[in-house]
């Protein structure tokens, strides 16, 4: 006589899963995980996606024209014209000038000086800047992937709850199929010939 087989058939109940910041929906066909809309994951997740081309090529290739880098620049151009303006005429020029021991062709000497002196200090901090720039970048991508990773973590977790509340929800259907010699047993049988 042949061998039987037995087969199991599973169907999964129909199962949502939610958190503050995901859902899970699970059927027979599977699961499917998405962050909640407007939730700062959903917009980190969103963020790095399109963004990390980008930020890449910055730590690759760091550059003037990145964003942080003008910004920085900036700032340290205007704090530099303003801090060393107004160092030279109220510390030297204003009180020169008003005991009468500075000629106008000093003042200019003076000026000019610090023009140069302003200039070999930007370009000086732009080299610090060129040179940390790489490190920043490397900041910024290893904290966005660390929140990019909780994401995912998140989404994986609802996922596997998801999935684990539909099995023990799902229904199962057994049967038994009967191989060829059995059915020409059976077949033999009624005809009487065993």
């Known amino acids: 006589m042949g061998t039987k087989s037995?087969?199991?058939?599973?169907?999964?109940?129909?199962?949502?899963?939610?958190?503050?910041?995901?859902t899970a929906s699970t059927n027979n066909s599977g699961t499917k995980a998405a962050f909640?809309?407007?939730?700062?994951?959903?917009?980190?997740?969103?963020?790095?996606?399109?963004?990390?081309?980008?930020?890449?090529?910055?730590?690759?290739?760091?550059?003037?024209?990145?964003?942080?880098?003008?910004?920085?620049?900036?700032?340290?151009?205007?704090?530099?014209?303003?801090?060393?303006r107004s160092n030279l005429e109220n510390s030297i020029i204003n009180p020169l000038s008003k005991r009468?021991?500075?000629?106008?062709s000093q003042a200019t000497d003076l000026y000019k000086n610090l023009s140069k002196n302003s200039n070999a200090s930007l370009d000086e901090y732009i080299r610090d800047l060129l040179a940390g720039a790489q490190d920043e970048s490397a900041k910024v991508i290893n904290n966005l992937l660390q929140m990019y990773m909780q994401g995912y973590n998140v989404l994986s977790d609802i996922q596997a709850k998801s999935l684990q509340t539909s099995a023990g929800n799902a229904t199962r259907t057994s049967s038994v199929d009967k191989d060829a010699t059995d059915i020409i047993n059976s077949y033999y049988k009624r005809k009487g010939w065993t």
């Open 6 to 22: 037995n087969k199991t058939t599973t169907t999964y109940g129909n199962t949502t899963t939610s958190n503050p910041y995901a």
């Open 36 to 84: 909640q809309s407007g939730t700062a994951l959903e917009t980190i997740y969103n963020l790095v996606n399109k963004n990390i081309g980008s930020m890449l090529d910055d730590y690759l290739n760091p550059n003037l024209n990145s964003n942080v880098n003008q910004s920085k620049l900036n700032a340290y151009k205007n704090a530099l014209e303003n801090t060393t």
């Open 100 to 104: 009468n021991m500075l000629r106008s």
